[in-house]
């Protein structure tokens, strides 16, 4: 299978650290320090996870230069929704107006990206369709508390999608070699670390330091496996694009994996932590730079626990 | 692939339609006479869509006598969410103490059964899993308005789980032979017929009459299409099993197919609608009555809007 385009939107206002200094005295160095972050993106008023799901929709009709009438599957994934029931998928749906096309939404957390791929991956293997879009909208900004000082600064919003199909069909095409997704709630305070309920108070992360733990280990670990499944080693690999969480924990991978720092894409220093969306942006932000011969991978960790690795080749 | 085994969990509260006569006015003729519903169950104080996901699956270890370790995927399958980041499938995860298993969770509306059951296809078809649960669980009254006139008095909570394998295990085993899924977000009032707005007020349904309609038809088409495609006519078909939302949308869809009611089965009447778990009850529900020989289709309606058809043989 294959990856034919990518796209992402990204609301305009901007969120910086100041905000947060004034509204519960964390300061900007602070912040930094412990995250990497600086600035983070919000959704307008009139915007939700169904809005930004469609603006990374119409940017991938852009960037395709095509209407996407093809697509027959739509899977979207977030676990900050707007509507449960009118889901992004079905909102796609409506958006590019393609009757009778599967649509389907799902959460595994922060994870969600890979889930999603994988999802697309069966629908392929069963022959029941030869042609999807990926959509991931995260509206943390929906969920968030922003007076709480252990992750209220944390989150931003927007959304990223791809055109995938089941043959290549351009040179230009990103194969997706492998895709690993678990779920990892029996591993430390898998069911505790991060929650969102939304109906009893949104995002919570009482337990940060054991996702911070397990997110470097996992990540770690699951990247190095699918590469060595796949006869590949750490010195074939061009790019490494972790979840978007903190960038210590990116740093902390890439470290464990003994890359250099640039190899790793980051783009938590001024979104903030986008969900099951981030690593997506990530990819989609580098889209035309990858070269042809270029391996990447892409690893998740989310609540849950969840986690995984996607194994690019050009 | 095979249905193994099925179970369902229903919490004790049970509310009847002289509750909505003190609340609102609405009597228990009116409802019945609409809807057919006479009561619908109500999660405890301490239960959620999470708690009854395991509960369900508790039944199921019962059921097959198993610690159903040898579970390798569980897609969890629910609208009205606990927990988006640590969804029921991960918190099935929990119970079960299945390390490293795939988990992720999937809505689309009152049709997640069929897309969930299409999931564990297309793991299958990808040489991902090879025994699967599959468990839904809706806890509607966390997110109705009882006071709205409109739908408040139609929302009952409860939940299902199915065991799946990819090959035939027991000469009991339920033969799933086709599944169709599809969103029809384009259709009438598709995204405006029924909403759930978590952080936006929850359930609302201001459109009953186009969902009702359009509920008619494309379950009457869809069940006729997939009975067709596999060679059956409507004179094989042992039962129908139709999404829980109105008694009076089942008569009409037995109708329309010029099946006799008692072919039907309906729990809409004790239940209310319990969302994308009730066709899923409703086939537990007489999982010991089923006979060599039967033919048996599960079709679904849901907001979006999304519909679907699954085709059993034993």
């Keep these: 299978?294959?990856?034919?385009?990518?796209?992402?939107?990204?609301?305009?206002?901007?969120?910086?650290?100041?905000?947060?200094?004034?509204?519960?005295?964390?300061?900007?160095?602070?912040?930094?320090?412990?995250?990497?972050?600086?600035e983070r993106r919000k959704a307008g008023e009139f915007e939700n996870t169904n809005t930004m799901a469609v603006e990374a929709v119409k940017v991938l009709q852009q960037n395709t230069g095509s209407d996407l009438k093809d697509v027959d599957l739509i899977v979207g994934g977030t676990y900050s929704p707007y509507d449960t029931v009118v889901t992004l998928a079905h909102f796609v749906q409506h958006h590019l107006v393609l009757e009778d096309a599967q649509a389907v939404s799902v959460s595994a957390a922060c994870s969600t990206f890979l889930n999603s791929m994988e999802i697309v991956e069966?629908?392929?293997?069963?022959?029941k369709s030869s042609k999807a879009i990926v959509v991931l909208s995260e509206h943390n900004t929906a969920y968030n508390n922003e007076h709480d000082t252990k992750s209220g600064h944390l989150w931003g919003d927007g959304s990223t999608a791809f055109l995938i199909s089941k043959e290549r069909l351009s040179p230009d095409d990103v194969e997706i070699k492998d895709i690993i997704t678990r779920g990892a709630a029996n591993v430390g305070k898998g069911i505790e670390g991060v929650m969102l309920k939304p109906a009893n108070g949104g995002i919570d992360?009482?337990?940060?330091?054991?996702?911070?733990?397990?997110?470097?280990?996992?990540?770690?670990?699951?990247?190095?496996?699918?590469?060595?499944?796949?006869?590949?080693?750490?010195?074939?690999?061009?790019?490494?694009?972790?979840?978007?969480?903190n960038l210590r924990i990116t740093k902390n991978v890439a470290q464990n994996l003994g890359l250099s720092q640039d190899r790793a894409?980051?783009?938590?220093?001024?979104?903030?932590?986008?969900?099951?969306?981030?690593?997506?942006?990530?990819?989609?932000?580098?889209?035309?730079?990858?070269k042809k011969g270029d391996v990447i991978v892409v690893t998740v960790f989310g609540g849950g626990y969840s986690y995984g690795a996607m194994l690019l080749t050009l």
């Design 1 to 38: 299978m294959y990856i034919n385009q990518a796209s992402y939107y990204l609301p305009s206002a901007r969120v910086t650290n100041e905000y947060f200094a004034s509204l519960n005295g964390l300061s900007n160095d602070w912040i930094v320090e412990r995250t990497g972050i600086q």
């Design 122 to 127: 069966g629908y392929f293997a069963s022959n």
């Design 205 to 245: 992360m009482p337990n940060g330091k054991d996702v911070f733990i397990n997110a470097i280990q996992y990540m770690s670990s699951v990247t190095k496996s699918i590469l060595e499944k796949n006869g590949y080693s750490l010195d074939d690999l061009n790019y490494l694009v972790p979840h978007q969480a």
């Design 265 to 290: 894409l980051s783009n938590v220093q001024y979104l903030g932590n986008t969900g099951c969306a981030g690593s997506g942006i990530a990819l989609a932000e580098h889209w035309n730079e990858y």
